[in-house]
Structures are given as structure tokens and as C-alpha cells.
């Protein structure tokens, strides 16, 4: 078994920051890419901003230079620092890991996604 667990979202003012944690824990024998997607009201789930295990990092256009991306290997856990919000970043956040089980299956998996508000 394997979950990721996120935590960090809320409502903030528009220009505002949050900072979004995501831990993967189980069974993992070793994760590659890790990333942070966005659901919007009535809209498809959309990368946000994914890093490699080597730390590469790559950002969707609405969000470069605002949001950064980094990862603890060490504890299996990515996060997403999110600078000078906006309201139309508002949505549900969830967390993917692409990795590797113990038991030697390939898979992607989901955290439970976390509420981010931008609103005055």
C-alpha cells in the first residue's frame, strides 16, 4: 500500500502565500517524478509543476515565477511554495508520484487533493 498525503491549503487573500506538502509513504522501493496538479471548478485537472528525481523542474506558463517546486528525497515528500496568489489559482491541489513499489509494480498515484481559496 502506498499514500500520499497533502496538507497546506486554505483560503488566503489574493498576493498572498501558501505553502503545500505532500508525503509519500508504504511500500516504495523508489519514486521518480513527483508533481502538483490543479482542478478548478468546471475545468480538467492541470499540471501545475512536476520535479524529477534529479530535480528538474518544469512549471505550467500561468505560474512561473510565482510557485516553486522542490522535493526531500530523504522523506518522500514534494512541496509547492506558492507566491503572490491569485483568485484565479484557486482550485483543488492534488499531489502525483510516479514510482516504484516494493513489490516491483510501476504506478501512479494520487494524493487526496487539498482546498487552495483565493479570495478577498
Known amino acids: 500500500q502506498v499514500q500520499l498525503v497533502e496538507s497546506g491549503g486554505g483560503l488566503v487573500q489574493p498576493g498572498g502565500s501558501l505553502r503545500l506538502s505532500c508525503a509519500a509513504s508504504?511500500?516504495?522501493?523508489?519514486?521518480?517524478?513527483m508533481g502538483w496538479y490543479r482542478q478548478a471548478p468546471g475545468k480538467q485537472r492541470e499540471l501545475v509543476a512536476g520535479i524529477t528525481n534529479r530535480s528538474k523542474t518544469n512549471y505550467a506558463d500561468s505560474v512561473k515565477g510565482r510557485f516553486t517546486i522542490s522535493r526531500d528525497n530523504a522523506k518522500n515528500t514534494v512541496y509547492l511554495q506558492m507566491n503572490s496568489l491569485k483568485p484565479e489559482d484557486t482550485g483543488v491541489y492534488y499531489c502525483n508520484a510516479h514510482l516504484v513499489t516494493t513489490g516491483g509494480y510501476e504506478y501512479d498515484y494520487w494524493g487526496q487533493g487539498t482546498q487552495v481559496t483565493v479570495s478577498s
Open positions: 508504504g511500500s516504495i522501493f523508489s519514486i521518480y517524478d
